[in-house]
């Protein structure tokens, strides 16, 4: 049976881990605010799924307590990933495999930088899931799970992986790497920033004439950034239309960075804009509107918190 | 002695024409909401240069009650333009100069093609200036006022409402058209739409390096755009410097747009935005972040206000 340490016990990760204990699995949760208070009440999950409650589940304060693990799921906020450098490597053996079930482009490149031997995969979470009180997960809808290996090598652990999910509930697949993280970027870049920048939702940014245009736009610049820098299979133009007509039928909903910035969290710009048109840049692709878009959400940021 | 007509009698024309009344000139206000209280009342200018009140002048709530004029001042909010095809005629003899001091791009050759003989010359007025009461004009700062000739035959009668304005204590200069309204959009298509769409001002975007950085980026799709759309003399890109530097020294200033949207007022969208990005368009020239912040406006008009 696998290991599963989960760092960072959020809205992912609270939810994904949450699935896996309940489902017999053996996982270790890293909390920090949290810590105290699922360790005395455990954590509970509200999910549009049944609800449920776990209660004596494995949980640390630090993670230079937690057993080396087979599998370590990333569900961080990106802007704490400068941590995993000292984090991570109380949890490795030596075929652990690191999956980051976070939002944006590079995040893998750049622990690959720092650990040139570990096994890395992306995770894609298809969620609706907020953190609504101390050890207290609110999944809203979807759920679906898309792990994406980076670097070859761990295509056995993650096919383990997947099917664990899939035995407890969670609906998981695999697919190609560069391709996913885009795919995902078109959705992500143009409503979490719209949602922050005209302080809305994504339902009347498409009930809206002139916003719907500029998020195809945004849309179409990450998706032809997305083919320039090489992604297995070009995405082609129409999957703006098929993302906007997906979300039309969604329920109004806050992206997470809308949801950062509402509760004055961190927003993370790194990994979802600036490092995407830096990307852009390298193959020579402008992103002028999701460049505007960073400068706006960085100011933002650092004068209207 | 030139007789002047003022149509909209608010933060410009109450004082450009106030100017003009308090130095002795023929001038005759139209009003609308204020009218019967400057009937009784007067206008009172409170300015940088000195206040002043201004008792008997000339009012009218009709402007079909309006005797002809040698020159006509126009300083209605654009929006209100569409009337000027019923307003403008009871004004006008053969030889009635019309003077736009408004801002945007296109405002003359759309009351051209209305009234294909007028003279007409757009009014470029550098001010801050609002309207702070019933009546009431407070002039802040600054007041320079350049006349461009749009149709040839008028360059006499503007010299004539140079000489005028300049007399009464306004500086007044002539210059190219086309150069002049492009000029002055590189500092209004930024730091109007800006302000509005980040609620702030002038110099928090320009102590902020990322929204300076978009300013200036901003500014250069509207020199490029104007220069490929045929002004007299190219703009350099270096003038977005130039604007740059000068509002860094200027006071901080709520652009008219920025006011109009504080006060819930229609903002000037389609000759700030939609007609220049039009005009560029027209000679193959994409203005990406010019569009994207008039896509955000017009959001920000229907759906926040």
């Known amino acids: 049976m696998l290991s599963y340490g989960v760092i960072g016990t959020g809205a992912i990760g609270g ?16 909390l920090h605010h949290d810590y105290e208070y699922v360790k005395a009440h455990g954590l509970q999950i509200d999910s549009v799924n049944g609800n449920f409650h776990l209660d004596g589940i494995n949980v640390y304060a630090d993670s230079a ?59 894609l979470a298809f969620i ?23 670097c070859a090598g761990a295509d056995e ?38 949602t922050v920048a005209l302080d809305t939702t994504t339902n009347l940014l498409l009930a809206n004439n002139d916003t719907e245009h500029l998020i195809r736009e945004l849309m179409l610049e990450v998706i032809h950034a997305g083919n320039a820098a090489g992604v297995e299979h070009p995405i082609p133009d129409s999957f703006a239309d098929v993302m906007i007509a997906s979300t039309k039928v969604m329920t109004p909903y806050s992206p997470s960075m809308k949801l950062d ?11 979802l804009y600036s490092r995407p048109i830096l990307e852009a840049h390298k193959v020579n692709v402008d992103m002028p509107k999701v460049s505007m878009l960073e400068n706006m959400l960085k100011f933002i940021q650092k004068e209207k918190y």
């Open 261 to 271: 910035y509402d509760n004055r969290r961190p927003m993370e710009i790194y990994y």
């Open 128 to 150: 609706c899931s907020g953190k609504v009180g101390l050890g207290h997960i609110s999944h809203q809808d979807y759920g679906k799970l898309t792990i994406a290996p980076f």
């Open 157 to 194: 652990v993650i096919a383990d992986v997947i099917r664990d999910f899939t035995e407890v509930g969670v609906e998981a697949v695999t697919a190609c790497y560069a391709e996913s993280r885009w795919k995902k970027a078109v959705w992500n870049i143009p409503f979490n920033g719209m």
């Open 65 to 123: 307590e937690m057993p080396k693990c087979d599998v370590v799921l990333v569900c961080l906020k990106t802007v704490n990933n400068f941590r995993l450098a000292e984090m991570l490597p109380h949890l490795l053996h030596e075929h652990t495999l690191v999956i980051l079930i976070q939002n944006g482009i590079g995040l893998e490149a750049d622990l690959h930088e720092t650990f040139p031997n570990l096994p890395i995969a992306a995770g």
């Open 15 to 30: 939810y994904y881990g949450g699935m896996l204990a309940r489902g017999g699995k053996d996982v270790h949760f890293l």
